[in-house]
């Protein structure tokens, strides 16, 4: 049974730029959600997919987006970014209605 | 307020004692999750409860949902344990994960 994989594993990218984040579910698993970790911080939902659609979003402007795949991989896009972007964005994948979640190592953004 | 808190937010100790932490949350959830975060960032999931108590290795979970309180107990502490350790609560009738600040735990030899 292979985890979530998540790449890049650490990003510099310059303000106003746009960033891509990809996320591998758990074999098995068809939702996949999005978090962003501030530095010492706990993580904070961006967004979740199910069935290729978006089904739950957080507090976060639209310049965040996302994409879920018929394979359930998923991406995080954040156009022009900001330097309060800088964080660790984690993704996790689970079946719904069983609750379980399984946490990718995430990727880590820096924003100069 | 934070919907879900954590206290102590920094623990250290000396190896070989025993450790609580705990979560208290102020939403319904339909489950709590008791997670465990490494330097590197990566998360692991240690428990999921909705009532009672759970208990892998030397770790147990318990959580009061009348209370709507939860506490993670390490028994035995080891360095190995030095982590952050994550509470976070499924609220009922939404999509979210919603995440405690984290408690750093730092255990000595």
């Known amino acids: 049974e292979t985890g979530v994989t998540q790449s890049p594993t650490h990003l510099i990218k310059t303000r106003g730029q746009q960033v891509t984040l990809r996320c591998s579910s758990q074999?098995?698993?068809?939702?996949v959600s999005w978090y962003q970790q501030a530095l010492g911080q706990g993580p904070q939902f961006i967004f979740q997919?199910?069935?290729?659609?978006?089904?739950g979003r957080g507090n976060f402007p639209p310049r965040f987006s996302g994409l879920q795949f018929p394979n359930y991989s998923s991406e995080l896009n954040v156009n022009a970014l900001e330097l309060d972007d800088s964080a660790l964005y984690l993704c996790?994948?689970?079946?719904?209605?069983?609750?379980?979640?399984?946490f990718g190592s995430g990727t880590r953004l820096t924003v100069v | 307020k934070n919907e879900v808190e954590q206290s102590p937010q920094n623990l250290t100790a000396q190896e070989g004692e025993f450790i609580t932490i705990n979560c208290s949350y102020s939403?319904?959830?339909?489950?709590l999750h008791w997670l465990q975060q490494h330097p590197g960032g990566g998360i692991v999931s240690l428990f999921m409860?909705?009532?009672g108590k759970k208990k892998h290795g030397r770790l147990i979970a318990t959580i009061n949902i009348q209370e709507k309180h939860s506490s993670l107990h390490i028994t035995a502490s080891h360095p190995r344990d030095s982590a952050v350790y994550i509470c976070?609560?499924?609220?009922?009738?939404?999509?979210?994960?919603?995440f405690g600040q984290g408690t750093r735990l730092t255990i000595n030899p």
């Open positions: 074999s098995g698993h068809n939702t």
């Open positions: 939403v319904g959830i339909s489950a």
């Open positions: 997919y199910y069935r290729e659609e978006e089904n």
């Open positions: 996790a994948s689970s079946l719904t209605g069983v609750g379980g979640y399984t």
């Open positions: 409860l909705s009532s």
């Open positions: 976070a609560v499924k609220i009922q009738g939404a999509q979210k994960l919603v």
